[in-house]
């Protein structure tokens, strides 16, 4: 059995897209477990429990994206770890002109579509909380899906 990681320093990608990739990586054959998470502490306590914090996860930063599988060998955790690489690339939504297209913040993204109601927030549990804020504030409908938030947070938004 092995365990292999891949840590991209200062990559962010929504826990959705997240989610999804480790999905998609569970399907071959050889693959046993996968984790696709931000490097916060959390997230690797959550690692150590399943057997899955390898010493490049353990190492990796709040801000970082770790991609972890646990295989038969050590084909198939290279197979999997290079696939997950390809479907993060392929999350990136593209303009006519083919250039990526992405708000930078929350702000960016309401004067980018004025008329848009939801917002989504799903971003470090750290960040939530001002997010959600500023979304409530623009009288925006919120789905808040971040882990960490303080309950105190959560039960002020309601």
Not at 81 to 88: K, N, P, S, Y
Request: proline share 4%.
């Amino acid at each position: 059995m092995v365990v292999a990681s891949r840590v991209k320093s200062s990559e962010y990608h929504d826990s959705v897209a997240l989610m999804l990739v480790a999905r998609v990586l569970l399907d071959p054959p050889g693959v046993l477990d996968a984790a696709v998470v931000m490097g916060t502490a959390a997230n690797r306590e959550i690692l150590a429990g399943a057997g899955l914090l390898d010493t490049g996860a353990e190492r990796a930063r709040p801000d970082d994206l770790v991609i972890v599988v646990k295989t038969e060998d050590d084909e198939a955790a290279t197979a999997a770890l290079d696939e997950a690489d390809r479907r993060l690339a392929q999350r990136a939504e593209r303009t006519p002109g083919g250039q990526a297209r992405r708000p930078r913040s929350l702000d960016s993204a309401i004067a980018a579509t004025p008329d848009a109601n939801p917002a989504v927030i799903s971003v470090a549990g750290q960040y939530a909380a001002r997010e959600t804020r500023t979304a409530l504030l623009h009288g925006l409908h919120v789905l808040l899906f971040s882990d960490n938030v303080a309950l105190e947070e959560e039960i002020a938004f309601k």
